[in-house]
C-alpha cells in the first residue's frame, strides 16, 4: 500500500506546478480575459445598488418575497420572469478585491486536491508501480478535482458554457500536470 506520508512530494509539487499553470494560463495566455462583461450603464447601475443598501452576498432576481421556490410560478412571479432581467449576482465587499487571499485560498484547494489524488492513487498503485498507470490514475483523480468544478454554474447559474469549456480545459491542463508530476516522483520509480 501506497501511504499519504510516502507521498508528501509529489502533493506539493503538483500544487505548485498547478498554481504556476493556473498562473500562465490567466496571466500570460489570458485565456479568460473576455469570460465577463461590464454593465451597460454601469455607473447607474452602481449608483442604483448603493442607493439600495445591497450588503454583499449571493442574490437572485426576480427572487419571490418568501425565498420559497413553489412561489416562483404565482402570476405576479411569471410575470416578472417574463419582462426580466433574470440573473444571479454575488456582491463582495466593498474595497479592492484582495488577490493574495484568492491566490492563497487557490493554493490551498490545489493541495486539497493533490492530497485526494494521492489518496485514490495510493489505493491503485503501490511503490514501484509503472509510471503509466501512476499517471493515469492520479491524472483521471485530478481531473474530477480541477476540470469539472464550473460545469455547475452553467447548469444552474446561467454562466456560459463558453466560459465553462474554458475552465474544464484548464482542469485538463492541471491535470495532466499533476498525473505527469505524480509518474516521476512516485516510490519506487524507475527513473
Known sequence: MTTLAMLWLPILLSAVFVFVASSVIHMALQLHKADYKRLPNEEQALEALRKAGVPAGQYIFPCPA?????????????????????????????????????????????????????????????????????????????LLGHGFTSVCDSIWKGVSWSTTGKFVFDGVVYALVTGATFAWLWPGAVT
Open 66 to 142: 418568501s425565498g420559497q421556490m413553489k412561489d416562483c410560478s404565482s402570476p405576479e412571479m411569471v410575470a416578472k420572469y417574463e419582462q426580466g432581467p433574470v440573473g444571479m449576482v454575488v456582491v463582495r465587499p466593498k474595497g479592492m478585491p484582495g488577490i493574495g487571499k484568492s491566490l492563497g485560498q487557490w493554493f490551498a484547494f490545489c493541495i486539497v486536491v493533490s492530497v485526494f489524488v494521492a489518496y485514490l492513487t495510493g489505493l491503485a498503485a503501490k511503490p514501484g508501480e509503472p509510471g503509466m498507470l501512476v499517471f493515469r490514475v492520479s491524472a483521471a483523480a485530478a
